[in-house]
């Protein structure tokens, strides 16, 4: 089972983690204001496969993540079609605007086991 690490700068994201257990993942919501910036930590806590940051610029947590872990990724997004694309292209660590949503969260765990696996 893969695990997904979900930071949004203003305690969400419980809806991609929905979306992330509905396509046999396990979520991991990091709490609290400004959980974006933990995500880099929080996913060498957890051993995870996959962190998705949202901010505002949809940039900060990823960019952050990729600095202090040297995870690949991609920052800036804002529809679940370039999320698919940049799990296709090898990337673990997505920053998106802010899109709390459970198709996001499904549809990116998908894309992820379709490349990787379990």
């Known amino acids: 089972m893969i695990t997904v690490v979900i930071a949004d700068r203003l305690g969400k994201g419980q809806n991609v983690a929905k979306g992330v257990e509905a396509a046999g993942g396990r979520a ?8 974006d910036m933990r995500l880099g930590d ?3 806590q957890e051993n995870a496969d996959m ?4 901010c505002g610029s949809g940039g900060a947590g990823a960019l952050t993540a990729a600095t202090k872990y040297g995870y690949s990724e991609r920052h800036g997004m804002r529809s679940v079609e ?5 799990i296709q292209d090898g990337n673990t660590v997505l920053g998106f605007g802010f899109m709390d949503q459970e ?9 992820y086991i379709k490349k990787y696996g379990e």
Do not use: N
């Open 42 to 44: 929080v996913m060498q």
């Open 51 to 54: 962190g998705i940051s949202f």
């Open 82 to 86: 370039e999320g698919v694309t940049a």
């Open 28 to 35: 991991v919501v990091v709490p609290g204001m400004g959980a």
């Open 103 to 111: 198709e996001l969260g499904k549809r990116l765990t998908e894309a």
